[in-house]
């Protein structure tokens, strides 16, 4: 049995329903036959419900508000109905796992020879090993070996986690939130967003609980030495049996070897080398960007600011306006005022370069309302991009409405070739903060890299587009509209134009960015509502 369109909302609204305790007798026996009767309604359910419980406790710490007061607990006899029901779907789809195709697992897969997982974002007199030059501001891949022989170089995870290598080092990047310390010394300096980086080698596995601390490890791998600036690590030994991790508080330090896990009683002289400022050379990609605060309205029109001057070609402009006017679009701001898209109007803006084949970043505030249904979830930001080998194609930016392709209600990223989905539930009323990094590959005919954060955190892996999806084919006069340079937000673009579906909900502080912003840039434009650029280039300063 393959869902319909019309299914998968009855579907999505009976388990919402479930979540909050508003189901009725009716929908309950409908629910039940339901899940009985069709394996795919099972696995929606389980996977509805279960992640939805499962994130539950993540997401809230995510908020960037203080919470609502939480309903009274549901009657002991409707949860035990809940919880019984769950389990027979999820019997039922334990008892058929082992002769399904995994559809998910292979949906994870992503090449790791091109996929971008952090940046060298500064650099002191690097001498590179293996005759492998690294030049400032390139992006580094999955599985990269680093090898400094002399000097020091400043990664950044896309996670946000900063290492800084003093050469001569060695160091693999695992993936976005892990490296390994092959030999040599390191200082990494982690932010709240990334919590639970890790690095390890093969005396030693440390993770961040919030932190800065250093590492050395020596040529031989036999020992590593661990010393913690500030905060505290997880070390886990791996080579010392069953050894529980090991937690290290500030200024504290251990030697993790092959024989064993002892203090360093004289780390004092080394803590106060590694605290001692290093000068380094940061590039700084010359930047303009377009700005939205939806504050200041003429018309039918949101004015817009670019690089801290209004410019009329960047203004947004309604369509679609019920007879009530400009009153309908506008509500009250995470800053001042936002934009309210009511599930009919759409707003129309520009951003010269959008649609090139070049890094760009987009930024906003959005607040989708708890009664959003599939059929509002469309995109929130989208735009039209042309290429002689992936084809003209849309990209949007929304929220999941596939229960087969992730949790439904999570940020979802759509671009040529492939999507990517992220973790967080956005239909919840809050106000959550979305920034979406685009970097072309090397090679043109792979799709753009696409690195999603949601409240400042990095979250959701790239996936093969799906069949049917989106592409502007033929010589069509909307292509003209879509490539070159027009954003569109509030609706979805397909082969004829502007389509009927729509978002549902609020946008705020949106910001357009002709570069691809590193995290510590994302999660301070967050806090503070302002893009701070060097202009010539380069910068020096310290770690």
């Known amino acids: 049995m393959t869902l319909s369109d019309k299914e998968i909302l009855e579907l999505s609204d009976l388990c919402s329903a479930v979540v909050d305790e508003t189901l009725t007798d009716k929908q309950k026996q409908r629910l039940s036959k339901w899940l009985v009767e069709s394996e795919e309604v099972r696995r929606h359910y389980v996977r509805a419900l279960g992640l ?19 309903p009274m607990p549901p009657n002991k006899r409707r949860w035990k109905w809940v919880v019984g029901l769950l389990s027979i779907a999820a019997m039922f789809l334990t008892a058929l796992w082992i002769r399904l195709p995994s559809h998910d697992t292979a949906l994870a897969q992503t090449p790791s020879d091109d996929e971008f997982v952090a940046q060298l974002t500064g650099s002191r007199q690097c001498v590179w090993g293996n005759g492998h030059s690294i030049l400032p501001g390139a992006q580094l891949r999955k599985m990269q070996r680093i090898e400094l022989a002399k000097g020091f170089a400043e990664i950044t995870f896309d996670c946000g986690a900063q290492v800084v290598l003093e050469g001569p080092a060695s160091l693999d990047l695992s993936s976005a939130w892990s490296a390994t310390l092959n030999r040599g010394t390191l200082r990494a300096s982690l932010p709240p967003e990334a919590m639970g980086f890790s690095i390890s080698n093969p005396t030693v596995e440390v993770v961040d609980l919030g932190t800065e601390f250093t590492m050395f490890a020596d040529a031989s791998g036999t020992a590593t030495d661990v010393l913690v600036l500030k905060g505290e690590v997880e070390a886990a030994p791996n080579a010392a049996g069953d050894q529980q991790p090991i937690v290290i508080r500030e200024k504290e330090a251990r ?23 290093v000068p380094l050379d940061h590039y700084a990609t010359p930047t303009s960007y377009a700005h939205w605060s939806f504050d200041e309205v003429i018309g039918n029109v949101f004015k817009a600011d670019a690089m801290g001057h209004t410019l009329d070609e960047f203004d947004a402009q309604l369509e679609n306006l019920p007879p009530t006017g400009m009153a309908a679009g506008h509500a009250k701001g995470r800053v001042g005022s936002a934009i309210h898209f009511d599930g009919h109007l759409f707003a129309r803006a520009a951003f010269p370069g959008i649609s090139d084949n070049s890094p760009h970043t987009v930024l906003f505030w959005v607040k989708v309302p708890r009664d959003a249904t599939l059929s509002n979830a469309y995109a929130m930001v989208g735009w039209g991009v042309s290429s002689k080998l992936l084809r003209s194609h849309p990209i949007h930016i929304a929220w999941n409405r596939n229960p087969n392709e992730g949790t439904v209600g999570v940020l979802r990223t759509d671009y040529g070739g492939g999507f990517a989905v992220g973790a967080t539930p956005l239909r919840d009323g809050r106000w959550h903060h979305i920034a979406v990094v685009f970097i072309p590959r090397d090679d043109p005919r792979s799709p753009m890299a696409v690195k999603q954060y949601v409240d400042g955190r990095l979250e959701g892996e790239g996936h093969p587009s799906p069949p049917g999806s989106d592409r502007f084919m033929g010589a069509l006069p909307y292509q003209a509209q879509t490539t070159n340079g027009a954003i569109w937000l509030g609706c979805r673009l397909g082969i004829e134009g502007v389509r009927a579906d729509r978002f549902y909900g609020d946008m705020d502080e949106l910001y357009i960015v002709n570069c691809a912003l590193e995290p510590a840039e994302i999660v301070r434009l967050m806090d503070t509502n302002q893009l701070q650029f060097d202009t010539d280039g380069m910068d020096d300063s310290d770690y």
């Open 52 to 70: 939805s419980a499962s994130l539950h406790s993540y997401a809230s710490e995510m908020h960037t508000e203080a919470p609502d007061s939480f």
């Open 255 to 277: 030697r993790f070897a092959t024989n064993g896990v002892w203090n360093l009683h004289d780390s004092e002289p080394a803590l106060a080398e590694m605290t001692q400022p």
